[in-house]
């Protein structure tokens, strides 16, 4: 069947706009003005986003697959105690389909490649709100439950899930009607500066995560004596911060395709092996959340601060309309851009003759 499909031919680096370039890939760029139907269709064939397209687009099925188990399997509608676990799954399932979606659609245009990663950033924001929630509900120590930092863990969360967002839009192209009106070409960050840029990426999504953690460090790391809930839970906990903190390695490093530019442009570059440690961490932070939510299920319903739809389902209804408010400011100045005439390098070329 697919030798009767025509795929578009893959590019060099030196053939693409710059807003396509991404660190020590030298090869495998789709046409920087693919239609819906060839991005769709690319991910039949090798370039260097099929696999950061599979390595998120096929783990969604499986969260699914578990969202759809709790749903199904338990009285959510009167049980309140899966609801953290609920909004866990859901924007787990967010953020590996935002991702997917993005690695697809991204190559319709440089306005398209800047919205689809808005969306995937908003995405990733929500996946740390559905963190921190799972983990007000499930994890914190038995000595902080009830403390004052629980009271306003939540809210705090809520709050840096508002920043995640837009900072790591800002990153992209600065302040919308500010820094990039009508020519989406004049960046403020990410040309002038793409080190400062990856700087505002890293600082957006590592701050939620350090703090959604603060009482799993102090649980595994700090704590001695009595309330330390020294359970099952704690070596998968440990697994998933291995995986975590490799994730964020290799985000921030670029390796191994910095070391040997151009050889790992289809396979094995950093980004691919930075979504495969993503979605293990996720895996096992999932595990650790079930494991802890059978184990504590006893003691937390009578001495933690009870669940609520406000400070689960709630929280994250709120969360996702201002992410989506931040998003829209940031990509509506793209919607009334003017055109966009960005012809690969060769076919540049070929005009000028």
Known sequence: MFSLIKLRRVFTVHQVPKAFHEDSIISGYRHPRSSATDCVLSLFQLTNETLNVWTHFLPTWYFLWKLMTVLLMEDVWYNEYTWPLLVFLFSSCVYLLASSCAHTFSTMSTRSRHICYFFDYGALSLYSLGSAISYSAYVFPDSWVNSTFHCYYIPVAVLNTILSTSMACYSRLGLPFVHYS??????????????LSKVFRILAFAYPYLFDNIPLFYRLFLCV???????????????????????A????THLPERLAPGR???IGHSHQLFHICGLIATHFQMKALETDMVLRQSQLLTTAPPITFNNTIGAALVSVCISLGIIYLHFLPLLYSHPETHPTKNEGKKRKH
């Open 249 to 252: 390695f290799l985000f921030a």
């Open 225 to 247: 004596g009595e309330g330390c809930t020294d359970n099952e839970a704690n070596s998968i906990h440990v697994t998933h911060i291995f995986f975590a903190f490799l994730t």
């Open 182 to 195: 009508h020519d989406i070409d004049e960046r403020f960050v990410e040309i002038p500066s793409p080190r």
């Open 264 to 266: 790992f442009d289809y």
